[in-house]
């Protein structure tokens, strides 16, 4: 946790704007403990409440976005050739499809907001 408070000290705003940005793009960083230490500068009378809100919500909604262009060019035959690398080969993209079909808005829904992951049957975590 020192690393996370020594960035915002030295960069400010802009560890949490990138920060959610680069939660959205699936990045490893760790999002809500960037929040959190911003509410708590916030108290400290450091950071303004209303610049951590246009900022996480700017970072968020970019990577968001650029998430999702990623996919609407790349799709399917990005996946199809380098699926491998991902654990990805032609039937899970299928199940894929299938439940995106069936639960697409339900599963964004659920995968975005909820923190965790979201096994599908039949696969198991490794440990």
């Known amino acids: 946790m020192e690393w996370i408070s020594s960035l915002f000290e030295q960069y400010g705003y802009y ?3 990138l920060g959610l940005f680069a939660e ?3 990045l490893p960083f760790p999002g ?3 929040m959190a230490i911003s509410g708590h500068m916030s108290t400290l009378g450091s950071f303004h409440f209303p610049l951590i809100v ?4 700017l970072g968020a909604i970019i990577g968001t976005t ?3 262009y990623l996919g609407y060019k790349l799709g399917i035959p990005f996946f199809e050739k380098y699926g491998r690398y991902f654990f990805m080969n032609q ?3 299928a199940k894929m499809m299938k439940w995106f079909e069936r639960y697409g808005d339900k599963l964004i829904l659920v995968s975005y907001f909820v923190p965790g992951r979201v ?3 039949g696969t198991y975590p490794v440990s």
Not at 54 to 57: G, K
């Open 15 to 17: 560890v949490l704007f």
């Open 24 to 26: 959205s793009l699936a």
């Open 32 to 34: 809500e403990l960037a």
């Open 54 to 57: 246009l900022y996480s919500y």
């Open 66 to 68: 650029v998430t999702y």
């Open 91 to 93: 039937e899970r993209i």
């Open 119 to 121: 096994i599908s049957p």
